[in-house]
């Protein structure tokens, strides 16, 4: 069955440079998650976005943005990047209640 | 969101039962109990959801108390794979909900 895609799978940054992280949903699912993991940390949500509308927002911080696509893909901007950015960065979908988890995207910021 | 709480860590030997606890005393009536697995940087995985009593999957049962303060996730036959970090989070049902990881168990099956 087809899962979350998320690309890259790493990528290397310096501190203030930007970063765009991608994820492409199980098809059909209407609803994007993104949620962030530090190191030895849990999960936290950042934002999700259901038929191309930010539906919920989290712990984000004012320098990421994010969209959802008409192809239902989403793409998460990063800018001013700093060292605590470091992180897995999970890209989620759902059609209903259930939300299924990409591979993660590990960001290292120099 | 309703809070969970869970073990911070248990052991467990290969081909036995597996049970973790769950608590989560001020779960609302319309809350869903949701069990996560997480293997060392990997996405979580979804596991097994349920309302009440009980539930079975090809992977494992959740136990629902009548109260539903509580739930335990059981692997019946615990193997090696098994070791990973289990969450169980706490939540209306309905599209576009955040899910709220709180301190997963850090499961170590043993041989």
């Known amino acids: 069955a087809a899962g979350v895609i998320q690309s890259p799978r790493h990528l290397i940054k310096e501190k203030r440079e930007t970063a765009t992280l991608k994820c492409y949903p199980i098809p059909r699912h209407d609803t994007v998650y993104w949620y962030q993991q530090g190191p030895g940390q849990d999960p936290q949500f950042l934002i999700s976005?259901?038929?191309?509308?930010?539906?919920d927002k989290g712990s984000i911080p004012d320098r990421f943005s994010a969209q959802q696509f008409s192809d239902y893909h989403s793409e998460l901007n990063m800018s001013s990047l700093e060292l605590g950015d470091s992180a897995l960065y999970f890209c989620a979908s759902s059609l209903a209640d259930t939300q299924y988890f990409g591979p993660g995207t590990r960001l290292t910021v120099l | 969101l309703a809070k969970t709480t869970q073990p911070i860590s248990m052991d467990s030997y290969e081909g036995q039962e597996v049970n973790i606890t769950c608590s989560h005393n001020n779960i609302a009536t319309n809350d869903y109990i949701t069990w996560y697995q997480q293997f060392p940087s990997q996405g979580p995985r979804f596991i097994i959801q349920g309302y009440k009593t009980k539930v079975t999957n090809e992977v494992a049962s959740l136990f629902i108390p009548a109260d539903r303060k509580s739930s335990t996730l059981s692997l019946p036959r615990g193997s090696l794979s098994d070791t990973a970090v289990y969450y169980c989070?706490?939540?209306?049902?309905?599209?576009?909900?955040?899910?709220?990881f709180g301190s997963g168990t850090q499961l170590t099956v043993l041989p």
């Open positions: 976005f259901y038929e191309k509308m930010q539906s």
């Open positions: 989070l706490v939540g209306a049902s309905g599209s576009a909900r955040q899910l709220t």
